[in-house]
C-alpha cells in the first residue's frame, strides 16, 4: 500500500519548456488535489478533482493545466514553464467533501526554473 | 470563505518545554479544522482534526488542540517538547457547507533546541 506517489522526485527547467507531474493514489479515493508550497506562504491550491472526470480551479490555477486520467491517477502539467513556478508541489487525495476528511498528501516534486 | 492565520513563522522551545502554537480561523459556518505536520523532505501528515464532536481533540505523538468557538481559534499544544518534534505545522479550515477547500495557514517552523 504506496498511499499517495509523484513522479518525478527533482525537476529543472528552462524558461519555457513543458513538462508533466505526475500523481497516483492506490486508496480508491474519489478527490484528489494539487498544491504549491513556497516559503511563508503555506500550501495554495491549484487545482483539484472531486471525482472522476471532474476538475475544478483553485486559488492559483495560472499557468497550469490537469488531467483526472483515471480514478487513481491526476495529473499537473506546466505548458511554459515561468521562474515564478519554482516551487515544491504536492498531491493529495481524499475522500468528498475534503474538509470533512483527512488528506493524504505525497512526498512532493521540487521544481526549480531558471 | 475561510481563512487561517498562524502568528509567528519560527517557534523555538526548549526539549521538555511546553509547545504551543496558536491559530485562529475566520469562517462563516461551522469550521472543520485540522493541524497537519511536515517533516523535512516529506509531505503532510495528520496531527489531530475538530468535527464538532469534542472540543479537546487529542492527536498523534502527544499533542492534543482546544477548540474555543468564542474565540475563534484552535490552539495545539504538547506538554513537554521532544527533539523529534522538529517539523513545520499547518492549521487548516474548511466549512462545513460543503465548500470545496481546505484554505490552510503559512506553517510554523519548530525548532526544538537541546
Known amino acids: 500500500n504506496a498511499g499517495v506517489t509523484q513522479t518525478p522526485k527533482f525537476q529543472v527547467l528552462k524558461t519555457g519548456q513543458s513538462m508533466t507531474l505526475q500523481c497516483a493514489q492506490d486508496m480508491n479515493h474519489n478527490s484528489m488535489y494539487w498544491y504549491r508550497q513556497d516559503p511563508g506562504m503555506g500550501l495554495r491550491l491549484i487545482y483539484y478533482s472531486a471525482s472522476e472526470g471532474t476538475t475544478d480551479k483553485g486559488e492559483v490555477p495560472n499557468g497550469y493545466n490537469v488531467s483526472r486520467l483515471n480514478k487513481r491517477e491526476f495529473s499537473l502539467r506546466l505548458e511554459s514553464a515561468a521562474p515564478s513556478q519554482t516551487s515544491v508541489y504536492f498531491c493529495?487525495?481524499?475522500?468528498?467533501?475534503?474538509?470533512?476528511?483527512?488528506?493524504?498528501f505525497g512526498p512532493g516534486t521540487r521544481l526549480t526554473v531558471t | 470563505a475561510q481563512s487561517v492565520t498562524q502568528l509567528g513563522s519560527h517557534v523555538s522551545v526548549s526539549e521538555g518545554a511546553l509547545v504551543l502554537l496558536r491559530c485562529n480561523y475566520s469562517s462563516s459556518v461551522p469550521p472543520y479544522l485540522f493541524w497537519y505536520v511536515q517533516y523535512p523532505n516529506q509531505g503532510l501528515q495528520l496531527l489531530l482534526k475538530y468535527t464538532s464532536a469534542a472540543t479537546l481533540v487529542k492527536g498523534i505523538n502527544g499533542f492534543e488542540a482546544e477548540f474555543k468557538k468564542s474565540e475563534t481559534s484552535f490552539h495545539l499544544t504538547k506538554p513537554s517538547a521532544h527533539m523529534s518534534d522538529a517539523a513545520e505545522y499547518f492549521c487548516a479550515v474548511s466549512g462545513s457547507d460543503g465548500n470545496n477547500r481546505l484554505a490552510f495557514g503559512k506553517g510554523n517552523q519548530v525548532v526544538v533546541i537541546p
Open positions: 493529495a487525495s481524499s475522500e468528498w467533501p475534503p474538509g470533512h476528511y483527512e488528506q493524504y
